[in-house]
T-cell receptor, first 112, second 117 residues
Framework: GEDVEQSLFLSVREGDSSVINCTYT??????LYWYKQEPGAGLQLLTY?????DMKQDQRLTVLLNKKDKHLSLRIADTQTGDSAIYFC????????????FGKGTKLSVKP | DAGVIQSPRHEVTEMGQEVTLRCKPI?????LFWYRQTMMRGLELLIY????????DSGMPEDRFSAKMPNASFSTLKIQPSEPRDSAVYFC???????????????FGEGSWLTVV
């Protein structure tokens, strides 16, 4: 079945860039997503990218998509302590956009 | 907009007891999802409804789990009897047809944190 893999932890210093990586298996996914979960809260859609794009920039966030390698990354520029959270990569299963397959999440810790 | 509302936020129950989790989707949304989050398995889709009808329940773990959506503004996820391995965060999410097709406007509730002892 479909699978999404990402590293579990990332630690950076405030002001540095953070890069969170993800690999996925379903080549039929039309969109790929990044969700953010702050402690004790639900998931919030951070950004997404259409599968025919290879880059999307949104303020401090840059999403890179390598469709050939099925690799997705999220870069956060000038990381702040408020960015500390768990970041989930997700793909849509079999082109059905409503059924999202999530990775286990990368816990980003930002040190002052 | 109040967002997706879940209750209870936290519940601690004893093994063998019945647990009922509740969800109120965003008004106008006709798709509703139940997800479970654990450390071991991450986020898993349990079931989703469209227009109050269950469409895909292949993620429901076993017969102890059941979900209903009696009307467009309310859904329940029931576990009977509960077991310690059911301890997890249960998220409800909702969207409309446009969001379902694109996946980029699925809204999550804040979760129900269940502990079964």
């Amino acid at each position: 079945g479909e699978d999404v893999e990402q590293s579990l932890f990332l630690s950076v210093r405030e002001g540095d860039s953070s890069v969170i990586n993800c690999t996925y298996t379903d080549s039929s996914s039309t969109y790929l997503y990044w969700y953010k979960q702050e402690p004790g809260a639900g998931l919030q859609l951070l950004t997404y990218i259409f599968s025919n794009m290879d880059m999307k920039q949104d303020q401090r966030l840059t999403v890179l998509l390598n469709k050939k390698d099925k690799h997705l990354s999220l870069r956060i520029a000038d990381t702040q302590t408020g960015d500390s959270a768990i970041y989930f990569c997700a793909e849509s299963e079999g082109g059905s956009q409503g059924n999202l397959i999530f990775g286990k999440g990368t816990k980003l810790s930002v040190k002052p | 907009d109040a967002g997706v509302i879940q209750s209870p936020r936290h519940e601690v129950t004893e093994m063998g007891q019945e647990v009922t989790l509740r969800c109120k989707p965003i008004s106008g949304h006709d798709y509703l999802f139940w997800y479970r989050q654990t450390m071991m398995r991450g986020l898993e889709l349990l079931i989703y409804f469209n227009n109050n009808v269950p469409i895909d329940d292949s993620g429901m773990p076993e017969d102890r789990f059941s979900a209903k959506m009696p009307n467009a503004s309310f859904s329940t996820l029931k576990i009977q009897p509960s077991e310690p391995r059911d301890s997890a965060v249960y998220f409800c999410a909702s969207t409309d047809r446009t969001g379902f097709v694109s996946g980029n406007t699925i809204y999550f509730g804040e979760g129900s944190w269940l502990t079964v002892v």
